[in-house]
Nanobody
Framework: QVQLVESGGGLVQAGGSLRLSCAAS????????MAWFRQAPGKDREFVAA?????????YYADSVKGRFTISRDNAKNTVYLQMNSLKPEDTAAYYC???????????????WGQGTQVTVAS
């Protein structure tokens, strides 16, 4: 089992920044690819970003966040981050981190999920 706990969400003005963190415990963090997904009210959960298992490894982004968001991980701290810059009202959602064997865009490929943290971007 892997337990994931997100933090760092909140209310921010459009154009602002937030950094989300996801702390992992349980099985060896460095064995897992990590990802961020988000879900807005009334919408399906959507892929945001993913990173392969080792720090500094390959990253993948949704087109809607490319150039604004950066995913990173620190395997020594068992933590994955999502730096979000130039935030827009349409980024408003609950953000979830997930752990899985492969860094994919498909939520069903991830085995473990956090409880989510709310990000609200005011216009």
């Amino acid at each position: 089992q892997v337990q994931l706990v997100e933090s760092g969400g909140g209310l921010v003005q459009a154009g602002g920044s937030l950094r989300l963190s996801c702390a992992a415990s349980g099985r060896t963090f460095s064995n897992y690819a990590m990802a961020w997904f988000r879900q807005a009210p009334g919408k399906d959960r959507e892929f945001v970003a993913a990173i392969i298992s080792w720090s500094g490894g390959a990253t993948y982004y949704a087109d809607s966040v490319k150039g604004r968001f950066t995913i990173s991980r620190d395997n020594a701290k068992n933590t994955v981050y999502l730096q979000m810059n130039s935030l827009k009202p349409e980024d408003t959602a609950a953000y979830y981190c997930a752990a899985g064997r492969l860094a994919t865009r498909t939520s069903g490929q991830y085995d473990y999920w956090g409880q989510g943290t709310q990000v609200t971007v005011a216009s």
